[in-house]
């Protein structure tokens, strides 16, 4: 039974996947597709919605989440879906993190990358985070983030 259930989730990974490619494919604004949260860590639930980052280039930002939620929505009809979008080259601009930044860097599946940074840039971010003692910590099935001091800010050098 365990087998049939390992199957039937590769197989759903690999028609999203199939689905996301295909966004970046059909729009040239897309430089990469992030896919974060629940279902990217493998815990989606059929209730579960869908987390995705879309960094975008050649879009004015005043503009941007209207025309990207638009073209990217509409590949998904029936499913609950959240879309974060961002500028491709700030995404690695990003000095003062934020708890939903590095539960991105840190879930993160990167399905398309234009210029192929994005992979290193995560392991990159990961592996300072974790030198300067952020800790990710789960109770149940939610997480939280440690830091050495309570309220401490994190600041990225990478």
Same mark, same amino acid.
């Given at each position: 039974?365990?087998?049939? +259930?390992?199957?039937?989730?590769?197989?759903?990974?690999?028609?999203?996947?199939?689905?996301?490619?295909?966004?970046?494919?059909?729009?040239? +604004?897309?430089?990469?597709?992030?896919?974060? &949260?629940?279902?990217?860590?493998?815990?989606?639930?059929?209730?579960?919605?869908?987390?995705?980052?879309?960094?975008?280039?050649?879009?004015?930002?005043?503009?941007?989440?209207?025309?990207?939620?638009?073209?990217?929505?509409?590949?998904?009809?029936?499913?609950?879906?959240?879309?974060?979008?961002?500028?491709?080259?700030?995404?690695?601009?990003?000095?003062?993190?934020?708890?939903?930044?590095?539960?991105?860097?840190?879930?993160?599946?990167?399905?398309?990358?234009?210029? &192929?940074?994005?992979?290193?840039?995560?392991?990159?971010?990961?592996?300072?985070?974790?030198?300067?003692?952020?800790?990710?910590?789960?109770?149940?099935?939610?997480?939280?983030?440690?830091?050495?001091?309570?309220?401490?800010?994190?600041?990225?050098?990478?």
């Amino acid at each position: 039974m365990r087998c049939i +259930f390992q199957l039937y989730r590769r197989l759903i990974g690999e028609t999203l996947r199939e689905k996301l490619l295909k966004i970046a494919l059909e729009n040239s +604004f897309v430089a990469g597709i992030i896919l974060f &949260g629940s279902v990217a860590r493998g815990e989606g639930t059929k209730e579960s919605d869908m987390d995705l980052l879309i960094l975008w280039e050649g879009l004015n930002p005043d503009d941007s989440y209207s025309y990207v939620y638009r073209n990217v929505s509409r590949y998904f009809p029936r499913e609950s879906v959240t879309i974060l979008d961002m500028n491709y080259f700030d995404f690695f601009k990003v000095e003062d993190v934020t708890t939903l930044y590095i539960n991105i860097i840190w879930d993160g599946v990167v399905i398309y990358d234009k210029h &192929g940074k994005l992979n290193d840039f995560l392991v990159k971010v990961k592996n300072e985070l974790t030198a300067k003692g952020v800790e990710r910590k789960k109770v149940g099935k939610y997480y939280y983030w440690k830091l050495p001091k309570p309220g401490q800010k994190v600041k990225l050098e990478v």
